[in-house]
């Protein structure tokens, strides 16, 4: 079985650029989950994809988009990058969507730095 | 704000020392518990889960974690920690009635187990 895979594993970036991360889900698993970690915090929840669609958001602003395709691979896009942007940025997949709670299998993460 | 708090940030205990862990929530209703560990240089791990039934839950590597819903608390434990137990450890709730899955996560505590 293989796990959740993440690329790149880092990144550097330039205030006000715009960067693509992206995430392949677990095998057999429908949903996924982007969380931001910011250091010394735990992660927070940026938004979730369930086949293709954006089923819940956390507090992130508009800049902060997603896809999910096909496949259930996902991306995770931030425009106008912010010094305070710099964090790990983790993917979780799951089984069950919406509706059914199960345990999320997370990525080994992106950090990203905006200078 | 409704949260989850973690209320040790740094644990130090020699090998086959007793370990619990506090975490508190404030949400209401009917919430899923999880606890996950992250060992140096490795992903978040799932140590254990809680969705219903029996309030005393039991993890992998000998962990344990009692749900006491009027204390809105998931203390997680070990009776005898190992110097491989040294790693950060996540309390996380998703919260009841938002419709999707989504994980709120404490601060973290950090473990250092010396041998």
């Known amino acids: 079985e293989t796990g959740v895979t993440q690329s790149p594993t880092h990144l550097i970036k330039t205030r006000g650029q715009q960067v693509t991360l992206r995430c392949s889900s677990q095998s057999g698993h429908n949903t996924v989950s982007w969380y931001q970690q910011a250091l010394g915090q735990g992660p927070q929840f940026i938004f979730q994809?369930?086949?293709?669609?954006?089923?819940g958001r956390g507090n992130f602003p508009p800049r902060f988009s997603g896809l999910q395709f096909p496949n259930y691979s996902s991306e995770l896009n931030v425009n106008a990058l912010e010094l305070d942007d710099s964090a790990l940025y983790l993917c979780a997949s799951s089984r069950g969507g919406a509706i059914n709670p199960d345990e999320q299998y997370f990525g080994p993460g992106t950090r990203l730095t905006v200078t | 704000a409704q949260s989850v708090s973690q209320h040790n940030h740094h644990v130090i205990l020699s090998e086959a020392a007793s370990l619990e862990l506090g975490c508190n929530y404030s949400?209401?209703?009917?919430?899923?518990l999880f606890w996950y560990v992250q060992y140096p240089g490795q992903h978040l791990q799932l140590l254990l889960k809680y969705f219903s039934g029996d309030p005393l839950v039991k993890g992998i590597k000998g962990f344990e974690a009692e749900f006491i819903k009027s204390k809105f608390s998931f203390n997680l434990r070990k009776p005898s920690v190992q110097w491989s137990d040294t790693a950060e450890y996540f309390c996380a709730v998703n919260p009841p009635n938002t419709g999707f899955q989504k994980l709120v996560f404490g601060t973290g505590t950090r473990l250092l187990v010396s041998p």
């Open positions: 949400y209401g209703g009917t919430v899923n």
């Open positions: 994809y369930y086949r293709e669609e954006e089923n």
